[in-house]
């Protein structure tokens, strides 16, 4: 019987990075709200689409992972993320800008999928404890996120 992974494992390392990321990912939502209804001229209502768009697509991305469909694992889910994040960012058009954010929840629902079924699985039987702290860690992505933000000039 093999050891489980520490702390210094790549599994480790990845998937607390990945859950910093999603923890990122919603904070700067709450920045950007206003910046999106003002942009494309939306009521707060209207703007906050995105947040329904973001929530479809993870929703849809773990029905596909529980369905065993093949290649989604972490690489796409990052790859998927932080493609919709720069179709956000660059947000061209308001339909545009929801594709993004469904693109962006794709990413975030297979890294919520993968890294939770990967650690519990891959610690053995610290599995469940270590689903409870890299769950956990996405907090320190809500909370650094903005502060990031604030910190190069608080500019949506």
Same mark, same amino acid.
């Given at each position: 019987?093999s050891?489980?992974?520490?702390?210094a494992?790549?599994?480790?390392v990845?998937?607390?990075?990945?859950? &910093?990321?999603?923890? &990122?990912?919603g904070a700067?939502?709450?920045?950007?709200? !206003?910046?999106?209804a003002?942009?494309?001229?939306?009521? !707060?209502?209207?703007?906050?689409?995105?947040?329904?768009?973001?929530?479809?697509?993870?929703?849809?991305?773990?029905?596909?992972?529980?369905?065993?469909? !093949?290649?989604?694992?972490?690489?796409?889910a990052?790859?998927?993320?932080?493609?919709?994040a720069?179709?956000?960012?660059?947000?061209?058009?308001w339909?545009?800008?929801?594709?993004?954010?469904?693109?962006?929840?794709a990413?975030?629902?297979?890294?919520?999928?993968?890294?939770?079924r990967?650690?519990?699985?891959?610690?053995?039987?610290?599995?469940?404890?270590?689903v409870?702290?890299?769950?956990?860690?996405?907090?320190?992505g809500?909370?650094?996120g !903005?502060l990031?933000?604030?910190?190069?000039?608080g500019?949506?």
């Amino acid at each position: 019987m093999s050891a489980s992974p520490g702390f210094a494992s790549r599994l480790f390392v990845s998937g607390m990075v990945s859950f &910093v990321l999603i923890g &990122v990912l919603g904070a700067a939502y709450g920045v950007a709200l !206003p910046a999106f209804a003002r942009l494309h001229d939306l009521g !707060p209502a209207s703007a906050s689409l995105i947040l329904t768009v973001h929530s479809t697509g993870g929703v849809l991305a773990v029905l596909a992972a529980t369905a065993g469909v !093949p290649g989604l694992g972490t690489r796409t889910a990052l790859a998927l993320m932080a493609l919709g994040a720069a179709v956000i960012a660059l947000a061209p058009a308001w339909p545009l800008t929801l594709a993004g954010g469904f693109v962006a929840g794709a990413g975030f629902g297979l890294i919520a999928t993968h890294v939770n079924r990967m650690f519990l699985t891959g610690f053995g039987p610290r599995g469940p404890g270590m689903v409870g702290l890299v769950n956990a860690v996405s907090g320190v992505g809500l909370i650094a996120g !903005p502060l990031v933000f604030l910190w190069v000039g608080g500019v949506p």
